[in-house]
C-alpha cells in the first residue's frame, strides 16, 4: 500500500449523514478510482479521475460524488448515507497508459490498492 | 450485467494441487487481461497478466492461460501452498481506456 493512505481506516455512521473518504497518494499517478468490494460482487468501480477536476461515473456511482482539487487528493463523498452503502471502499491509482508506454511498460494500466476504508451505515 | 463472469466463488485445494480458476467475458474490445490477489485486510496487487496475442503467460507457479475465441481465461496455480490462501480477482481492460472491469472474485484455501 505504498503511496496511497485512506482515512479513516473504519468509520460507523448512521442513515442519512455525509460522510467523506479521502484518498492520498504520493505517487504523482495521473489516475485515481474509488471502488467498493461487496460479497459476490467483487470491485465495483464508483468514480474514477484522470486529472486535477477531472472526473467521471463508473457503474455504481449513484449516490455518490468525488472531488479532486490536487493531484495528490481524490475524495468520496456520500451525501445521505443508506445502509445499502456498507461497504469495504478502495481508492486505487495508475498512471496513463500513455506515460507507462513511455517509460517502457507495457502500456496497460496497473492499479495499486490502497488498504480500504470499511464503512458501516446503521 | 456482469461484463467479466468468474468462477467458482470459493476454492478448497490441498498442499501441492492445482488450483484453477475461470473467468468470461463478452466485450471483444478488452486488450488486457490481469489477475489480482488480495490478502484479508489488504487491498488487491496484480499478479500476473496477459493481452490476448498470447495464449499463456507464466510467472512462477502461476500461469495464465487464454482463448481468445472462446473468450476465456483462466489462472492456473501449481504446487498450491498456504501462503496462496487468498482472494483473487480477474479482470479485464477496454482498448484505449484506464478502467478496469473485475470479476466478482474467488475466495481460495490452500490446506497442509
Known amino acids: 500500500d505504498a503511496g496511497i493512505t485512506q482515512s479513516p481506516r473504519h468509520k460507523v455512521t448512521e442513515t442519512g449523514t455525509p460522510v467523506t473518504l479521502r484518498c492520498h497518494q504520493t505517487e504523482n499517478h495521473r489516475y485515481m478510482y474509488w471502488y467498493r468490494q461487496d460479497p459476490g460482487h467483487g470491485l465495483r468501480l464508483i468514480h474514477y479521475s484522470y486529472g486535477v477536476k477531472d472526473t467521471d461515473k463508473g457503474e455504481v456511482s449513484d449516490g455518490y460524488s468525488v472531488s479532486r482539487s490536487k493531484t495528490e487528493d481524490f475524495l468520496l463523498t456520500l451525501e445521505s448515507a443508506t445502509s445499502s452503502q456498507t461497504s469495504v471502499y478502495f481508492c486505487a491509482i495508475s498512471e496513463s497508459r500513455g506515460t507507462a508506454l513511455a517509460q517502457g511498460h507495457s502500456g496497460a494500466n496497473v492499479l495499486t490498492f490502497g488498504a480500504g476504508s470499511r464503512l458501516t451505515v446503521l | 450485467q456482469q461484463q467479466v463472469k468468474q468462477s467458482p466463488q470459493s476454492l478448497i485445494v490441498q498442499k501441492g494441487g492445482i488450483s484453477i480458476i475461470n473467468c468470461a467475458y463478452e466485450?471483444?474490445?478488452?486488450?488486457?487481461f490481469p489477475w489480482y490477489q488480495q490478502f484479508p485486510g489488504k487491498g488487491p496487487a496484480l499478479l500476473i497478466a496477459?493481452?490476448?496475442?498470447?495464449s499463456e503467460k507464466k510467472e512462477g507457479r502461476f500461469t495464465i492461460s487464454f482463448n481468445k475465441s472462446a473468450k476465456q481465461f483462466s489462472l492456473h496455480i501449481m504446487d498450491s501452498q498456504p501462503g496462496d490462501s487468498a482472494t483473487y480477482f480477474c479482470?479485464?481492460?477496454?482498448?484505449?481506456?484506464?478502467?478496469?472491469?473485475f470479476g466478482t472474485g474467488t475466495r481460495l484455501q490452500v490446506f497442509p
Open positions: 466485450n471483444t474490445a478488452f486488450d488486457y
Open positions: 496477459i493481452r490476448p496475442d498470447v
Open positions: 479482470a479485464a481492460s477496454i482498448d484505449y481506456t484506464d478502467k478496469l472491469i
